[in-house]
């Protein structure tokens, strides 16, 4: 098979879009920084360092007269967690939306969720109002996409350290992960 010779292994194969729980949205503010808000709708990375989590359907084992014979349970088992790691922008918008997002889930101050009452809902109908879809997309050589992961339900459950190293001129970074329902995946 012909291949391009651009089409090297590279860090930044793919981009992540981060579209913010509606609960986030409403401490959304353009206009100055503010550790109270945050400075976003939406967030690009370019991540390095990640996995697609496995999908698994279970087999099952169903004794027939003297024999065994496997077949599908139809189920598919709970996915595993998203985790990838990113460059932290000069600003640090993107590690502080995920930050901001884990205080909305468990306030660092009180311990408790939703301590600032960001979301006011009736009932306990949560769920919608703090988590949200994260898309992947795998790029060619070109930067063009060809793959869309879309992780539905997904909401962080823990951001790492920044990884800070002044004798190397690489960018800081970061990891996160996410847990998240279901994912879809499409060829674009």
């Known amino acids: 098979m012909n291949q391009a010779p651009f089409n090297k292994n590279r860090n930044d194969k793919f981009i992540l879009v981060l579209n913010l729980p509606p609960a986030l949205k409403k401490i959304n503010s353009n206009k100055t920084r503010n ?16 996995l697609t989590p496995s999908i698994d359907v279970a ?24 985790n990838f790691s990113f460059k932290i922008d000069n600003e640090y918008k993107n590690y502080w939306v995920i930050y901001k997002w884990l205080d909305l889930l468990n306030d660092v101050k009180t ?9 006011k809902i ?3 109908s949560y769920l919608d109002a703090y988590t949200s879809m994260l898309t992947v997309y795998g790029l060619d050589e070109y930067e063009n996409k060809k793959i869309q992961f879309d992780y539905i339900g997904a909401f962080p459950t823990s951001l790492a350290e ?12 970061s ?14």
């Open 122 to 124: 009736k009932g306990n």
């Open 162 to 173: 920044i990884s800070w190293n002044y004798g190397e001129q690489s960018e800081i970074a």
């Open 175 to 188: 990891s996160s992960s996410f847990s998240f329902t279901k994912m879809e995946v499409q060829l674009i």
């Open 59 to 82: 087999s099952q084992t169903i004794p027939y007269a003297t024999q065994s014979i496997k077949v599908s349970s139809h189920v598919r088992q709970p996915p595993s967690n998203f």
């Open 111 to 119: 311990g408790h969720f939703n301590s600032d009452e960001i979301i």
């Open 35 to 50: 550790n109270n808000k945050i400075n976003a709708d939406s967030l690009e990375y370019s991540i390095f360092g990640t």
